[in-house]
């Protein structure tokens, strides 16, 4: 069974970077047969994926949000990661790190990291 | 691309149906056959109930069934259980490696 952890820091200020890390146990960032995404949630709402990165290093993102996301993986440490700049409050979020074994659907979660953007 | 719509709500007493749609279009739900549904209990993670349509990852009870016609698809949770109560999202893969949620679905338990 994989599981996947979210670290980063909780409380940004208005056009600093977002970076956050996910550690991956039970599994590899480098199979040939997955995937691992980032998604976030605002406090009260749903869900909205942010990118994907394969395990070859290609990555796919999110046209709304407009180039502001980066997404790396650092296999050897079964870690991938993600930025995010610019922030506002809007991009005020529980981020969740997930793994897609098929690129179509999101099958382990990890728990969540609240990310907090204020001045 | 735009978010696709769910009812924000939908309920039913405990051993009854019930049915969350999920409408898109015809460049989403219309034309993949990957959509995925997520339960979401208060306070957790969500978790994988369905993907490509009507496909149950293991452990997940065969009360929860999905479907697809046209540019909408259906969750439908039968035999409701207390536990069944949750936020209920729907995911469709829209093209262009784009991933695209529904706004979700809260179910209550009568």
């Known amino acids: 069974q994989v599981q996947l952890q979210e670290s980063g820091p909780g409380l940004l200020k208005p056009s600093e970077t977002l970076s956050l890390n996910c550690t991956v146990s039970?599994?590899?960032?480098?199979?040939?047969?997955?995937?691992w995404g980032w998604i976030r949630q605002p406090p009260g709402k749903g869900l909205e994926w942010i990118a994907t990165?394969?395990?070859?290093?290609?990555?796919y993102n999110n046209p709304s949000l407009r180039g502001r996301v980066t997404i790396s993986s650092d296999t050897s440490r079964s870690q991938f990661s993600l930025k995010l700049s610019s922030v506002t409050a809007a991009d005020t979020a529980v981020y969740y790190c997930?793994?897609?074994?098929?690129?179509?659907?999101?099958?382990?979660w990890g728990q969540g990291s609240l990310v907090t953007v204020s001045s | 691309q735009s978010a696709l719509t769910q009812p924000p709500s939908a309920s039913g007493s405990p051993g009854q149906s019930v049915t969350i749609s999920c409408t898109g279009a015809?460049?989403?739900?219309?034309?993949?056959?990957?959509v995925s549904w997520y339960q979401q209990h208060p306070g957790e993670a969500p978790k994988l109930l369905i993907y490509?349509?009507?496909k149950r990852p293991s452990g997940v009870p065969d009360r929860f069934s999905g479907s697809k016609s046209g540019n909408t698809a259906s969750l439908t949770v039968s035999g409701l259980q207390a536990e069944d109560e949750a936020d209920y999202y729907c995911?469709?893969?829209?093209?262009?490696?784009?991933?695209?949620f529904g706004g979700g679905t809260k179910l209550t338990v009568l």
């Open positions: 995911n469709s893969y829209a093209g262009n490696n784009n991933l695209v």
């Open positions: 990165i394969s395990h070859g290093g290609a990555t």
């Open positions: 015809s460049s989403d739900i219309g034309y993949w056959k990957y």
């Open positions: 997930a793994a897609q074994p098929q690129y179509f659907h999101f099958t382990y």
């Open positions: 490509e349509v009507s």
């Open positions: 039970g599994g590899s960032t480098s199979s040939s047969q997955s995937y």
